[in-house]
């Protein structure tokens, strides 16, 4: 293990107990036995050591968006939005990583987007994309529908990690019938979006 791998994986530890309060030069140097200026050697500032963590977690959500399966670009974006909560229940400080820390990397709307720099995202559009043009979505554009997808899953969970939901089941229940109702929205077949209602 190199000696950057050892302090990201320290800070990473920090983090997951305490946060990004809890993720210090200080701390981490601490942890991995250096002194605070052998840790601007390998990461110019607290900053870049916390897009570290931002850019590993990346990696975690999007090997999950990776190994969905499905027969069909619908079935396929049911799968991406339950992976979405999965992911936010299975790995909480993940999440906080990917999506609510603060980073001059972040990719922005729409040019990043439409140029493909999330994979997790083009992979999502390219579903809806394909489920337009079997002409089961329409009403937007690929880009603009799998924005609102992620909008309303990302408001849920984010509602839900501030203690919004009586618990954790009436939340995930909530979240699945919301995103179904979404979804439906811009389903072109009347029977699709009447059993995704219910």
Known sequence: MTTAERIRRAAWQLYERHGEAGVSIRGV????????????????????LLAALTAESFVAWEARVRAIRARTPLAWIDLASRAYLRFALDEPRRFEACFELPSRAVRRFPVDFAAGRSPAVDAITKQVAAAISRGELAGADALTISLILWSQAHGLVRLYRDGRFE????????????????????ETRPRAAERNKR
């Open 29 to 48: 140097a601490g942890a991995v036995g250096l002194s605070a200026m052998a840790i601007y050697r390998h990461f110019a500032s607290r900053d870049a």
């Open 167 to 186: 618990n954790t089941r009436v939340f995930a229940q909530t979240y699945r019938r919301c995103l179904r109702l979404v979804l439906a929205a811009f």
